[in-house]
């Protein structure tokens, strides 16, 4: 794992190789469960809309909050909660200024997934820092689903396993993914697992 950080053009960390290869088999286990049952991974209505109520995104998600209260019961929250609030890797992270005291008390996170047309129009979180992981299964079958910030026409063409870190603030943005019905179908579309992190304030 290789983290990279950056204070221009807005504070961000990178983060290459985020999950080992056992923990990668792990993630997919689960993220394979909710594929095969269409009642658990759906649509969200809690994510981003338009002045008019319209969402912002097309593609499929679940919080996981909203069906493990025991963390310990799902591959994705335990292994996150062990990696990513480790003192120094994001939390309290000494070289950069929005993470050097940055220790939140309370996360959610988001599966989503995105298959032929998906993607998330520009908007922001209501979180004070978001960690964004993209995955997918090798070989990669599906084009584009890049990450952009498009306030500072910044694009990272989405590597499998890497991760960004920035604040929630910031508006972000999923470009459209092209892919075969086929593939999609076999869950070979783009994966991503987002944490909303908010601030300690005591």
Known sequence: MLVTSNTSPFP????????????????????????SNENVFLSDSLEATD?????????????????????DYSNILKINSKKIFKPGFIC???????????????????????ENGGKYNSHCDESVATLCVWL?????????????????????????????????????????VTMSFDNAEAGYGRYSICNFMNFNLS
Not at 12 to 35: A, G, R, V
Not at 98 to 103: D, G, I, R, V
Not at 159 to 176: C, K, M, R, T, Y
């Open 92 to 114: 309290r992270r000494p070289d950069n200024y929005f993470f050097k005291n940055f220790a939140p008390t309370k996360d959610y996170t988001l599966i989503s997934y995105y």
């Open 51 to 71: 002045t008019q109520g319209n969402s912002l995104a097309i593609k499929k998600s679940l919080f996981l909050d909203h069906i493990f209260r025991n963390r």
């Open 136 to 176: 997918w299964k090798e070989p990669k079958k599906f084009q584009m689903g890049n990450f952009y910030f498009p306030e500072f026409d910044l694009k990272f063409e989405v590597q499998n396993n890497h991760a960004i870190v920035f604040p929630g603030s910031i508006l972000h943005a999923v470009d459209e």
């Open 12 to 35: 961000y960390l990178y983060i290459e190789n985020l999950y080992t290869d056992k923990e990668l088999e792990l993630i997919f286990n689960e993220l394979d469960y909710f594929q």
